[in-house]
């Protein structure tokens, strides 16, 4: 059966330019303060950016955000409320702030859903924070957002370099646009990482040294602007993107 919200989904990223899901093999690697770090800093840049949290097992960009209770607003679908100059959405919307109690199917009905009633209207970006692994929002959203780009965060723990590695591969063989993988939370010299992405055949897009300034700048944005993240997502906004 078709479901009619496929093209309703289609509608609602029609007037977006581009869509860059921040993902991972794993948890913990970074993905959050990845997304939230990235989508503030084109909007530094002058960009309209949207924010949008599909992490359905920890939904956490409102804490990095410190989001406070800003709401969206409804008439004819679900206006994502302006935070940090940054349009927002997120799943606590749809849930509230507790675990979404949702099995496979219901996951995968919620999201669409969510995508379905989320009005963006124009933006340049919209950056997605994606729950771990190859799950159904993956695969869902590969289905219903044509043109979707993936950034890959991994750790320079090969234990989460090998469930990205499998993840990359996926994307390729489902020809999805791959923007790269960005090392986070290092703390040596080391350039496996680089050299293990390279040989993927991906760009490697840099590498985040650990920084303990990062704990205190959640729920911080003037803190967050002065971290190793935000360096490096500084560089690479600069070196096109925005
Ligand atoms: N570069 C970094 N330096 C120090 N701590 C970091 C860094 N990146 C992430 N963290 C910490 O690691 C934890 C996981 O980050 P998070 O963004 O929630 O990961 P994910 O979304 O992949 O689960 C958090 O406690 C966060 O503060
Ligand atoms: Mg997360």
């Not at 919200?5 to 990845?34: D, N, P, Y």
């Not at 933006?123 to 780009?149: Q, T, Y």
Request: with cysteine; hydrophobic share 45%.
């Amino acid at each position: 059966m078709v479901d009619p919200r496929t093209s309703v989904v289609e509608e609602r990223f029609s007037g977006i330019g581009r869509i860059i899901a921040i993902s991972s093999g794993k948890g913990g690697v970074g993905k959050s303060l990845v997304a939230t770090t990235l989508a503030l800093m084109l909007a530094r840049k002058g960009c309209k950016v949207g924010l949008f949290d599909l992490d359905f097992t920890s939904p956490s960009t409102h804490i990095i955000l410190g989001a406070g209770d800003a709401k969206p607003k409804e008439d004819k679908g679900l206006w994502p409320p302006e935070v940090s100059g940054l349009k927002y959405m997120s799943l606590i919307y749809y849930t509230g702030d507790k675990a979404a109690p949702l099995r496979g199917v219901d996951t995968s009905n919620a999201l669409i859903e969510l995508l379905a009633v989320t009005r963006w209207g124009s933006l340049d970006f919209l950056v997605i924070d994606m729950p771990p692994g190859i799950g159904d929002a993956v695969l869902d959203l590969i289905r219903l957002v044509r043109n979707i780009e993936f950034l890959v965060v991994t750790t320079s723990s090969p234990l989460a370099f090998e469930t990205v590695k499998k993840f990359v591969a996926l994307l390729k063989d489902m020809k999805v646009e791959v923007l790269g993988i960005l090392e986070n939370m290092k703390m040596n010299d080391s350039d496996s990482v680089e050299a293990k992405t390279k040989k993927l055949g991906v760009p490697f897009l840099g590498e985040i040294r650990y920084d303990p300034k990062v704990e205190k700048a959640i729920g911080r944005e003037a803190m967050l602007f002065d971290t190793a993240i935000a360096q490096e997502i500084k560089e690479i906004v600069e070196s096109g993107l925005c």
